[in-house]
Structure formats: C-alpha cells, structure tokens
C-alpha cells in the first residue's frame, strides 16, 4: 500500500496547507483507527504538530506492507523523530477494541471471551507438546497465537464470525450478509497467510488457498506444506486439540478428514501429526 501527499513546496510554507497535506496521510488510514489517532493528537499544539507534518512531507511517498498496524507504527515514529518529545503513548490496540466494542457491543464482548478461551486452550497445548524432545520452545510461541485477530484487517470480520458460529451452535435464526461473508474470506485469507501455525502461510502460491464458498471446507486445490518447519507444525496441532476441546470433537479425525486432502505434508510430516495429536489427546483423557 502507497500513501501518496500532493503539494507544492510553496503549499508547504502555509500551515493551512500544510494541516491539508497532513489530512491526506489520515484519510488513507484505516477509517477506525483513523477517528482515534485524530482524537489523541487533537490537543498538540500546532508549533508540534507542523514539523511533523513537515517531517512526513519529507518523505513524500511512503511504501508499506498492507498491514494497518504498521502504517500507523511507522507514522508514530516519525512524529516522535520530528518533534523530538513523546506525543504520548497511543494505544492503538485499545483504540481498535474502544470502537470495535461501540460498533459491536454484545457481538464483541463475546469475540474477546470466546477468542481468548481458545488462546488459552491454544498455550494449554502448547505446554504439553512441548515436553516432546525437540519442541521445548513451543510454550513460548504459543504466547503469540492468534494475535492478529484482535486488529485490522481481521478484527471485525472475526467479530461477525465468532457471532454468526455461535448463533449456529445455539440454533438462534441469524444469516450474516452477503457483503459480510466476502470480507470474513479476506479476512480468514490475511490471517492464514500471516501466521505460521497454518500451512498456507508455507505455501510458495498464494492463489486459491481458500474454499470461497466455506472457509472450513476444502478447496479447489491441495495446499502444499510440505515446507512447514516441526515448530509451525506443533503449533497448528495445538491449535486442532484446542478448537477440538473446545467443540467436543476429535483432532485425530480432523486430521483423517484433512491431512493430504486439504493439506499435502510428507510421510515424516504427517507421522509427527499423529503423534504429537496422541500425545495432546492422551493429556485431554488424564483430565
């Protein structure tokens, strides 16, 4: 993503101009971290905020990944560069959950319980896998699990989807719009490819990696994660014993329904699966 200013140099000598200018790299922002990135800077005296402005101006195209989070990383530090003092610590994690929770209300109290209990079940297995010779530094990855859910571009989506998934559960009539169900693919897409728990991240083409139809179902091709390191492979078990604990099921037949049919692993890669799902259910029984 490029966010592109427009402006001569003789705009840049006015202020009001300037304040234009700076406006330009807002609006291009994700709009809800947009509103609460202007609420927090609105009392900075405009002596502070102009160098800024100027110091952004300066590097007159700016070139990011697509990820929000880091746009707004990246701007952060090049206001505190420019006026060289702390504007303050901008929450923006806590900026993202204030308007997600006005936005959602009930909706997204209920995302943060169920989301964090699947964390915690996540990190449970973690621990337990990781008393296997070799993945001693499972437990710590899994402190990091599933993170991206609780910002742009996933959060809202995930919101409709954890509501919409126990509204099923529940049998309570309720149908997410079409609109909806686009974004949560393109969601589930950025989450899939960014985290390394899930074997699409390992996958060298990043086309068709989704059943656009039903993201729990199989898609039009295999994907390949036979280039999946042990550790990534030991996290994304984790995560089947913990969505498996979480709905009464099985990860040993999830595995079956799944392995070499959604996913291709090799031979050694699939015979660690099973193991480590033994060892993980083994654990689930002693319970």
Known sequence: MKIQIKATQKELNNPAKLGLAFSQVIEQINPSIRDYLVKSISPIKTEIVEPVILEVLKQWELSYKDQTEKMIDDIGAVFDAATKKSLGDIDLEKGEKEVSAAKFGDKYAFFLERTNAHIELVRKYCRVLSEVKGFEKLSSI????????????????????????????????????????????????????????????????????????????????????????????????????????????????????????????????SSLIYTLIKKGESYGKKR
């Open 142 to 269: 899994g402190e990091t699990h599933d993170q991206s859910k609780f910002s742009t571009p996933e959060i809202e989506s995930y919101v409709w989807l954890t509501w919409d998934k126990k509204c099923k559960s529940e049998k309570v009539e309720f149908e997410l719009p079409e609109e909806i169900k686009r974004d949560i693919i393109k969601a589930t897409e950025h989450h899939i490819l960014n985290n390394r728990h899930h074997p699409e991240f390992h996958q060298s083409n990043k086309h068709a990696l989704l059943n656009d139809k039903n993201r729990d179902g199989i898609p039009s091709k295999t994907v390949d994660a036979t280039k999946m390191p042990n550790l990534d492979l030991a996290e994304m078990v984790a995560d089947w014993l913990a969505m498996s604990e979480e709905l009464g099921t099985s990860a040993k037949d999830w595995a079956d329904k799944n392995i070499n049919t959604r996913w291709k692993f090799t031979e050694e890669q």
